[in-house]
């Protein structure tokens, strides 16, 4: 078979069907990069063109309430600072990882619907220059384009207010819950029809919302189906009415909700995080027919390559039987993985990813 492009193989992945090899990304964090840059890895090449990884393109449109953004603090270590969604939030410069979520604005209901008041579905909230002047060149360059949708569990408890406060509500205040979950969907689902009805088509939606951690879940299957499952069916049955797959995003032990997950219409499940407890092999023998996978290689693995190297051998050839499988880690590449190393697994992942 000839080499396909990027959107040629995921079509073939997403159809369940052999592409010439099995496509190939990761995630480095920002620290990482910098730590490539240090080691080699040209300033004006990006590190995707370096490696010769699949291209991917992303469209996004902001749903948030739109407070003010205020630098409160700054060293040469981190910036605090408020962000569109009302949080106060510590980044590190240097050093990868999530923000350090420090206060919320939305604590109750009645915060709620000011906020809610605020997250309007207007044309302003969608960058159409970077449409206009990248769009065409996604599709010449056979790009797989994906709308980055941002509702749910996951991005409401962790930026919009509060873990506990929100696990607390979804038991005591589900019509509360329900409401925020179902209005951000709204606010994305409006903004992607005006971006979709422009001629700006993409081909998969893909959203955050990390539901579990190590061995568990935040929440059980049944609250599940009653708060979040909703949401996500409605996601993924506006995307299939328009042709487009549907990715989720969601890290930590999930596997009590995979079959939910299936129900809901999710075509693409990532990350896989094997260190939480999430189990590939078993994933791609029970669901490998209705669904695919992206990830599943231990990151922890990365600071022992030879183990790496192993897992690979072992799993790759498992899941990418039959198409419908990307090669990734099950989280990102953190800052300890040198650019030589990095150049070994992608050397790796592409003998073992093809067909």
Not at 1 to 9: A, V
Not at 255 to 260: E, R, S
Not at 264 to 280: F, H, R, S, T
Not at 338 to 350: D, P, Y
């Amino acid at each position: 078979m000839s080499e396909l492009t990027t959107y040629e193989r995921m079509k073939r992945v997403y159809e369940h069907r052999d592409p010439d090899r099995a496509p190939i990304i990761d995630d480095p964090w920002a620290s990482t990069v910098e730590r490539w840059h240090r080691e080699g890895l040209p300033a004006d090449v990006s590190f995707v063109d370096y490696f010769g990884l699949d291209k991917y393109a992303s469209i996004g449109a902001d749903n948030s309430p739109r407070y003010p953004e205020v630098v409160l603090e700054e060293t040469e270590e981190y910036t605090v600072s408020t962000t569109r969604w009302g949080a106060t939030q510590r980044v590190w410069k240097h050093v990868g990882g999530v923000p350090e979520w420090l206060d919320f604005t939305v604590k109750t209901p009645d915060d709620w619907l000011k906020a809610k008041a605020r997250m309007e579905p207007t044309p302003d909230r969608i960058d159409w220059e970077r449409l206009k002047a990248n769009y065409p060149r996604w599709r010449q360059e056979g790009r797989w384009i994906q709308a980055s949708f941002w509702f749910g569990f996951d991005v409401v408890h962790s930026r919009f207010v509060g873990t506990e406060r929100l696990l607390v509500a979804m038991v005591e205040q589900p019509d509360w819950v329900s409401d925020m979950f179902n209005h951000w969907l709204d606010v994305d689902l409006a903004l992607f029809d005006m971006v979709w009805k422009a001629g700006y088509h993409f081909d998969v939606i893909r959203w955050p919302d990390d539901m579990g951690y190590k061995a568990h879940q935040f929440f059980s299957p049944k609250i599940y189906r009653e708060l979040v499952k909703p949401v996500h069916k409605r996601a993924a049955d506006w995307a299939h009415a328009r042709g487009a797959k549907v990715e989720l995003h969601s890290c930590g032990n999930i596997m009590p909700f995979v079959p939910d997950l299936v129900d809901a219409g999710i075509d693409m499940l990532n990350p896989l995080e094997v260190k939480a407890g999430m189990d590939p092999a078993k994933l791609k023998a029970e669901f490998g027919d209705v669904l695919a996978f992206h990830g599943g290689l231990n990151a922890a693995l990365y600071t022992e390559p030879d183990k790496l190297w192993e897992e690979m051998r072992h799993l790759i050839p498992i899941l990418k039987r039959n198409g419908g499988y990307v090669i990734s880690s099950d989280h990102s590449v953190p800052e300890s993985v040198s650019l030589e190393t990095f150049r070994q697994w992608v050397e790796l992942a592409k003998g073992l990813g093809s067909y």
